[in-house]
């Protein structure tokens, strides 16, 4: 980014040793966990209105979360589930435009392990623009 923001947010995530075991066999209850997803959200939020401001155009934005994406997909790897398709492949198998409308009314999948899943419209949108990207 071509300037440092002018208000920052820290988000830090403290890491604890673990504690032995009481000797009594008990378990300790566990540690609460922060809120990641509202913390998440926050820092996506910030990113891109830093972005915007600094005179990146959209489009560069998706690039950025592309190759982000593609950074963390290389590190998911293949995807558990055999039957199930990696979701950066999509555009090989289905025309990308056609799957606006079932990502909006929710999809059921082909395999009885996938839960069913909707979109909203925004959401459909950051979808589609991402997997035009993998046209490429």
Do not use: C
Not at 44 to 50: G, M, T
């Amino acid at each position: 980014m071509a300037q440092a923001a002018t208000q920052t947010m820290p988000i830090t995530a403290k890491t604890t040793k673990p504690k032995p075991a009481p000797a009594n066999g008990a378990t300790a209850a566990p540690a609460a966990l922060p809120n990641r997803e509202k913390a998440i959200q926050i820092l996506s939020k910030s990113i891109y209105k830093e972005l915007r401001e600094n005179g990146y155009e959209p489009k560069q934005i998706v690039a950025l979360a592309t190759e982000i994406i593609s950074l963390v997909t290389t590190d998911i790897g293949d995807s558990p589930l055999a039957i199930a398709p990696p979701f950066r492949t999509l555009h090989l198998k289905y025309p990308i435009e056609s799957l606006e409308r079932p990502l909006t009314e929710g999809i059921i999948a082909g395999h009885p392990t996938m839960p069913q899943f909707r979109f909203d419209r925004d959401q459909v949108g950051n979808i589609i623009a991402y997997l035009k990207t993998l046209e490429r």
